[in-house]
């Protein structure tokens, strides 16, 4: 049982590149979350999925767009990396059971866009 | 999700309690109060939540106040590896879908 998994570790990106962060979770959970941190700041949620098959925008979605692949897998693309986008990009997915609703994060994904 | 305010940051002796304080005076009568640390530059952990009883489990013990209006969270005897970010969060616990915000968190630092 891996948890979240969260691919590549690391990545740099010139302005106007493309990438997708890859996130996959074993644990069945219906929910699935991307969110960045900044340095010294809290995390912001950038997209979530509630279920399979739907997708929202959370506090900062500009620039991002997201895919829901499968129960499994939930994917971050950035179409046009831009400065701004340097950060660390959790995944995490969420289980609920009765009063219990706990979210499983992933290792992260620090991108640096120069 | 109601809003929580936190210091920014503590000190703590290694060994001694931590006590690690939270406002959140607009809470509402379904919304639990959870806790979750992040270890530098891992993604964040789960601690406990709780909704007005008071909880312990193997990491930590947590107190609300009988209005609810706030909480702290006891680390009973902190380790240098309890050196992290502690986020405080209010959030309803039924349903699949959770829109979480978590804040800046308090910064612990546990001092050798």
């Known amino acids: 049982n891996a948890g979240v998994t969260q691919t590549p570790k690391f990545q740099v990106l010139k302005t106007g590149q493309s990438m997708t962060l890859q996130c996959a979770q074993d644990?069945?959970?219906?929910?699935m979350y991307w969110y960045r941190q900044d340095p010294g700041m809290g995390l912001r949620l950038i997209y979530y999925?509630?279920?399979?098959?739907?997708?929202d925008k959370g506090e900062v979605p500009n620039g991002y767009n997201v895919s829901r692949l499968n129960k499994r897998e939930f994917s971050l693309r950035l179409e046009s990396a831009a400065p701004s986008q340097t950060s660390v990009y959790f995944c995490?997915?969420?289980?609920?059971?009765?009063?219990?609703?706990?979210?499983?994060f992933g290792p992260g994904t620090r991108l640096t866009v120069l | 999700d109601a809003k929580t305010t936190q210091p920014t940051s503590m000190d703590c002796a290694e060994g001694r309690a931590a006590n690690l304080p939270c406002n959140h005076s607009?809470?509402?009568?379904?919304?639990?109060v959870y806790w979750y640390r992040q270890i530098h530059s891992q993604g964040p952990q789960y601690i406990i939540h709780?909704?007005?009883n008071n909880e312990t489990n193997e990491m930590a013990s947590l107190i609300i106040t009988e209005d609810r209006k706030s909480s702290t969270l006891i680390l009973p005897h902190a380790t240098l590896r309890d050196t992290a970010v502690y986020y405080c969060i209010v959030r309803v616990a039924s349903g699949g879908y959770q829109k979480v915000t978590f804040g800046t968190g308090t910064k612990l630092q546990v001092i050798p």
């Open positions: 999925s509630a279920s399979e098959g739907t997708t």
């Open positions: 607009t809470i509402s009568g379904n919304e639990y």
């Open positions: 709780g909704l007005k």
């Open positions: 644990m069945n959970h219906n929910s």
């Open positions: 995490a997915s969420t289980i609920t059971s009765g009063t219990y609703n706990e979210q499983f």
